[in-house]
């Protein structure tokens, strides 16, 4: 069997494989990118894009109604199948032939089919007829094979066919019920979707809505998921799953059960790394693959684990981050360049640590970045926050008449910069970058008095956090 030779193999065609190749060959690399399913990955198809698309309507008809003067135009609801085929152009109808040519436009080589280690540097690929390829890296294989949905040991569940984020962001046939098991971001976006749609839905949490986020955050996501109609069970477990010709049926904890025509299952993400031939590198088939701020799997000086997979911050925006780093990375080491580990270095990517922004598309949206207050107090931080009502600015009043937002700034005292920032409320997540530059940036509060926002905009928040505050003294 001939061997082709690249000086990067990237297993994984989802925008981080993307993003890591292309990084190499602008640098001067050849690259090779494997692929078993659609080119453009999970966000493309499944995730990201569909999702979003099938929320835009509940945030407009909101944004819409919440303004007098539009909101007597306002004759229905949502059109559902206006809205499932705007997600079907969304996503292409699934075809990834755009996502092709881009990859022939920035000259690199797509191998159709499955991509398995087999040794060193090398890299097998089997394709849907059976066919055997083998490539060869001459400099490094990038693993960026994303993560899955996990479905969690309860008796019956398996048997059931629940749905996956997959299933719920392709459908086509709207169920009058459906029950997510999950209280996270999926499980919280995907419930304001189909509650939009008409469906009734029921929420299944072992803990609180967004556990991980400010408390305040998941608290107004359950009431505003329970004033459109969704029945949201917290702290329940479920025992017991079963499927019969009328659907399915949970049985929770304390005895009583949940009946549903689907079932969606939103708790939590497993890697795909099951069944690319990690026990031939000396690695354990089915792990999270650890690696430092480069992205080079600990113990290899070859084999970089780059975006969901490597579990430091599963969100595709964070994914293209790592992307970046690593292809700069793999190019700095290939011509022999001293690769940068500096804080602000541009080939490490410490972003992941503790300065990821992370937006949640339901109603009212949370926008969030950096660490929460109590984050911030467990690292030993010497912590002060601002909270703020954001219905009190003026920004608020003008953009709706029942606005209703909290924005909470944790602060670090020592340093006096911003740590964390969460934002809850109509629109927050064009606010969010704002909040991410401070706290990357470490920019001291006593600068930001001369960062004057507009008036009347909701950004206006930046002015009330910093006299929540105090005033600074003289900046030279």
Not at 59 to 71: D, W
Not at 246 to 268: I, S, W, Y
Request: charged share 20%; glycine share 10%.
């Amino acid at each position: 069997m001939e061997t082709e030779e690249y000086d990067l193999i990237v297993i994984g065609a989802g925008p981080v494989g993307e993003n890591v190749a292309d990084r190499a060959v602008q640098g001067g690399l050849t690259a090779a990118i494997v692929e078993s399913e659609l080119v453009g990955g999970e966000c493309s198809y499944w995730a990201c894009m569909p999702s979003k698309t099938l929320l835009r309507p509940v945030a407009a008809l909101r944004a819409a109604r919440a303004v007098p003067g539009a909101a007597a135009a306002i004759a229905g609801g949502i059109d559902v199948a206006a809205t499932l085929r705007s997600r079907d152009a969304m996503v292409h109808d699934w075809n990834d032939d755009g996502q092709v040519g881009w990859l022939e436009s920035a000259h690199i080589d797509l191998v159709r089919g499955h991509g398995r280690l087999v040794g060193v540097k090398t890299v097998r690929v089997t394709d849907s007829d059976g066919s055997e390829r083998i490539l060869r890296a001459r400099r490094a294989v990038a693993v960026c094979t994303g993560s899955a949905a996990l479905l969690p040991d309860i008796p019956g569940l398996a048997d059931a066919e629940p749905w996956t984020s997959r299933e719920a962001t392709a459908v086509h046939d709207v169920p009058s019920s459906l029950v997510i098991l999950g209280g996270g971001v999926v499980a919280c976006e995907l419930a304001t979707a189909f509650a939009s749609f008409g469906t009734a839905v029921t929420v299944i949490a072992r803990s609180e809505l967004l556990r991980g986020l400010e408390p305040f955050a998941g608290e107004a996501v359950a009431a505003a998921l329970q004033g459109a109609g969704v029945d949201v069970h917290r702290h329940t477990d479920v025992t017991a799953v079963t499927r019969d010709d009328e659907g399915v049926v949970l049985t929770l904890g304390d005895g009583g059960q949940v009946r549903a025509a689907e079932l969606l299952v939103a708790t939590g993400r497993v890697p795909r790394t099951t069944d690319i031939g990690l026990d031939a590198v000396g690695l354990i088939p089915g792990s999270w693959l650890v690696v430092d701020d480069t992205l080079r799997v600990h113990g290899s000086d070859w084999l970089y684990a780059v975006g969901d997979v490597n579990h430091r911050a599963l969100l595709t925006h964070q994914g293209k981050y790592q992307a970046r780093a690593a292809g700069d990375v793999i190019v700095a080491r290939a011509v022999g360049a001293a690769v940068d580990d500096a804080p602000w270095g541009t080939h490490v990517a410490t972003a992941d640590h503790a300065a990821v922004p992370q937006v949640v598309f339901t109603e009212p949206q949370v926008a969030t970045v950096g660490l929460t207050a109590q984050h911030a107090e467990d690292a030993g931080l010497p912590v002060r926050i601002l909270d703020i009502d954001l219905a009190a600015l003026a920004g608020a009043a003008t953009h709706a008449d029942d606005y209703a937002g909290t924005a909470r700034a944790v602060v670090d005292e020592d340093r006096g910069v911003i740590v964390g920032a969460t934002l809850v409320g109509p629109d927050v997540a064009e606010l969010l970058q704002a909040a991410t530059i401070a706290v990357v940036g470490e920019v001291p509060l006593a600068r930001l008095w001369h960062a004057v926002p507009s008036y009347p905009t909701v950004s206006e928040l930046w002015l009330r956090w910093l006299e929540r505050y105090g005033r600074p003294g003289i900046v030279r």
